[in-house]
């Protein structure tokens, strides 16, 4: 028995960013269930979990079901005492739990005009007075949290459930070109190249259609994170490795990278190594094998 996660598309669920690095930034292992936004699928699905229907939705091993991500992050550290998903330290984790609270319950403005999505990058979006206010607020309670807790990269020393909850936060800076200081944009960078962000972002650029909810029609610019290495899928099944690196199930699907051809068992590990190859240690193995 193991966990279960119900999420929407990762592109753009915002809350089930948070939910599923709760999982995977603490190295608990989790069972996902995925359902489109938008369609019944989601709701569908949801109606074996939670009568609330909202993503993420948590079923513990003991069939516990806690929607909520603030309930999610602190039944998980109850849970998990040493995976770290709160400081150890009582001050850190009490600083870490006030920025998450208010993560969880502001920052309306932000959100509304900048919705997550993780398939764009634009250079500008116009962002009103109420956005900037929102932005400003941010850099007071990061540059807090740091100061606080003398931390340089985190809010409130090592990666903690606070940071998964700015994580969202941080794609929308990145995807809507938003104006920060050089200090709060170092901590936009450091989730940007934060590895299981990495892989959210890599799955999400390839598991399903764009959703036109998201569209904008801003001027574009280069996704400002970590530029992937140049993969691209290509047909047939001739590849160095025989076995996926991921299932060590036979290859069914091919990449190239810098001339040469690796294969998955099937068309979603192949493209999410595509999208980002570096995110994932197990393509990177035999790639530097
Ligand atoms: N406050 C909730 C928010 C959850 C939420 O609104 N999730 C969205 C997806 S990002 C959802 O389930 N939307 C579907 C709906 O409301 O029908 C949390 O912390 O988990």
Redesign the pocket.
Known sequence: MTYDLVI?DRA?????L??WLFFDAFGIPVKLHHAR?YTDE??TLLKQFFPG????TMRTPDGVVV????A?AEELASRHPQAGLWPQDPKARAIARAVAAEM?AGFTALRSHCPMNLRVSYQDCAPPPEVLADLARLETIWAWAQDQTGSQTWLCGAYSAADAFFAPVATRIATYNLPLGPRAMAYVQAHLAHPSFRRWRAMGLVDGADQEFYRRDYPRRPWPGPAPLPARAVEGTQAENATCPYSGKPVTHVLELEGRRFGFCNAFCRDKTVADPEAWPEFMAIYKS
């Open positions: 929407g753009y669920s915002s809350w089930s948070r939910g936004l989601l709701p229907k909202t993503a993420p929607p909520e991500t603030i999610i969880h």
